[in-house]
């Protein structure tokens, strides 16, 4: 990274090992895990917190992601919830005093079909009733906002219509990442990076602490914020998950005139494009289908994922691939995430983020850092883990940014 040097944070970090004891541990330093330890720190007064990853922080997928930002989700409780989200994203600059580059640029959701037409049409109407900016749109529309797209689809995939989230946005993701932990360690909370987490202190049944590679740490809670790593470290607990790990990979081209304006998805074609910040187009589709931890690119995937995206820009074959990257994600069975008590008093978990858990670091934390403080946070009540005991499943079609 060597944009914008000038305006990168200072990271007060503390010196020495953790301390032996902490009211919270928290495991994982990706956007989650800091996020809740910002917000118990700045919302609740709640400082004796140690936030500990196993390499640096941003590492995992909240420094891998595609960076979208949007709340035009499939049930009622996902719109309220990510739509809360991308509020506070747009008050974080003011909030942190940190630039993350937050960019409003409106998403457009190709339909290729009558049958999808009228699924975003569906969407756009249950978003609109949730309190999100969501319409309708024909093809002039689309290409007013997108001039660059072929509205024929090279023929074989025309497009209908679209939903248009009009609060679709981006923002730099390791700048949140930082943002949160600036704020965090700020108001005291610690930060151990290059400190894995190697087993869980227990009690009979309960989770009194962690061991790491500098020792034993005892905790009144420890919070699970691990990525697709999480079945190992929930495991430990004995907590079974129905969450399974997926790769997602993703890539860019070469810079290309400023000049691409909204984030574009295609609901049939499954792929998404947007405009970096540096003027690399950065294109993703859906996870791989076989559960993996592997963090390697496939030429099935960049060859697979170009020919849809030049099929709609053409433009784009005139470009080339300059990176691509992998990373593991904690897909659940239901497409929710899910926060909160696991069943194990002490241990606490914020998992199945999936491909879409960028956008819900904010909201995330806040209402986990709220559930630790407080006992009760109605807006995640829905995302708990007892929701599959109780048959009560958050079966969300809208989760990834491809459907
Ligand atoms: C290619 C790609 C594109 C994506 N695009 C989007 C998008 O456009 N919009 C969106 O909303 N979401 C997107 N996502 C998903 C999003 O990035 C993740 O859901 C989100 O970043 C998860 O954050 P997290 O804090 O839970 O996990 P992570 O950021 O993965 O952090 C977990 C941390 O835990 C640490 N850790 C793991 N095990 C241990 C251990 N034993 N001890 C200590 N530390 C440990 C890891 O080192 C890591 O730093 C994308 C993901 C990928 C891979």
Redesign the pocket.
Known sequence: MNEFVETLLDLPWQVGDPKPAYDVVI???????LATAYYLATRHGITNVCV????F?????????????RSNYGIPESVAFYQHSLEMYQRLEDETGCWIMHSQKGQIWLAHSVSTARTEQTRALMNQAMGAKTDYIGPKEIKDLCPQIDLSGGGRYPVHGASYHHEGATARHDRVVWAYAQGALRAGVHVHQH????GLLMDGDRVTGVQTSKGNISAGTVIS?????VT??ANWAGVRLPIRTHA???FVTNAHAQEFAPIVSSNDLVFYVSQTPRGQMLI?AEYDRFASYRQATSFAYLQACSKKSITMFPFLSKLRIMRS???I?DVSTDFSPIMGDTGVPGFMI??G?????????PAGGEQLAQLVATGSAPLIEPFGLDRFAKEAAMADPSSA?TR
């Open positions: 495991i994982g330093a990706g956007g989650h895990g500990l990853d196993s390499n922080i941003g590492s995992g997928n909240s420094g891998r992601n595609t960076t979208i930002i400190t894995p987490v190697t914020a691990v990525g697709g790593n190992t470290v997602l990979q993703a993703g990257w992998t990373g994600c914020s998992t983020w999936g491909t879409w858990g960028f956008k819900a670091i940014g």
